[in-house]
């Protein structure tokens, strides 16, 4: 797999790149601001992006950004966005519009080698990773529009559990149940939000974006 990092932080260019590295990854090139991202990736053509969201100049959301612009450019990059803190704008309207392929983690998550590595895999097959933490500030929030209602409140904890990319077994551990349990809440869930009969990961995928959609209260 290649891959593509972008931090202002030479340090941790270093040590993502060191720690990908050993896990089989290729990092093809690690660049320091948002223009030399956009490059890189026209040039080297990667599976994967991780993008700092803070960068030069401003230290806001260059990151998020360009992140914007190299999903309009390249549909089929895996994006993973790590930040040092929850950002709003950009980040979330990016996940909420194109939750295929892309991930949100707090840089205190990706030195953790295993919960980095399986963020990148699952992003780069397609699939949506959103940091706990993220997930929690979505629940906090008051939704003006509700798609979810129908769902009971186990559901919305397995729904949740979803978005941050877990599979059914790492569900069924979390909540202390079986995995056919985890099994018959996604079917129900499925069910209730009207999603068509496409394979799994998709289906799962369009699950995350309408608990996106209703936890940011945006149609």
Do not use: C
């Not at 950002?87 to 979330?92: I, N, R």
């Not at 809440?185 to 959609?213: C, K, N």
């Amino acid at each position: 797999m290649r891959i593509v990092i972008a931090d202002d932080s030479v340090l941790l260019r270093e040590g993502l790149t060191r720690l990908l590295a050993e896990a089989g990854m290729t990092v093809v090139a690690a660049v320091g601001d948002a223009t030399a991202l956009v490059d890189a990736v026209a040039e080297h053509a990667p599976d994967v992006a991780v993008v700092d969201i803070r960068m030069p100049p401003t230290f806001t959301h260059e990151g998020a950004r360009a992140a914007v612009e190299l999903r309009s450019r390249h549909p089929d990059l895996g994006i993973l966005l790590i930040s040092q803190s929850l950002e709003g704008t950009y980040a979330l309207e990016l996940a909420r519009s194109h939750p295929t392929g892309f991930g949100y983690l707090l840089k205190d998550r990706v030195v953790d080698v295993r919960t980095l590595v399986d963020a990148v895999e699952r992003v780069a097959g397609g699939g949506t990773v959103l940091d706990a933490d993220v997930v929690a500030h979505f629940l906090g929030r008051q939704s003006r529009r509700d798609r979810l209602g129908p769902l009971t409140e186990r559901e919305r904890d397995v729904l949740a559990l979803m978005a941050e990319g877990r599979s059914n077994a790492a569900i069924a551990r979390a909540l202390n149940v079986q995995d056919k349990t985890v099994e018959s809440h996604v079917s129900s869930i499925f069910l209730r939000l009207q999603l068509p009969p496409e394979p799994d990961d998709h289906r799962r995928v369009l699950a995350v974006r309408a608990w996106l959609e209703s936890s940011t209260g945006q149609d």
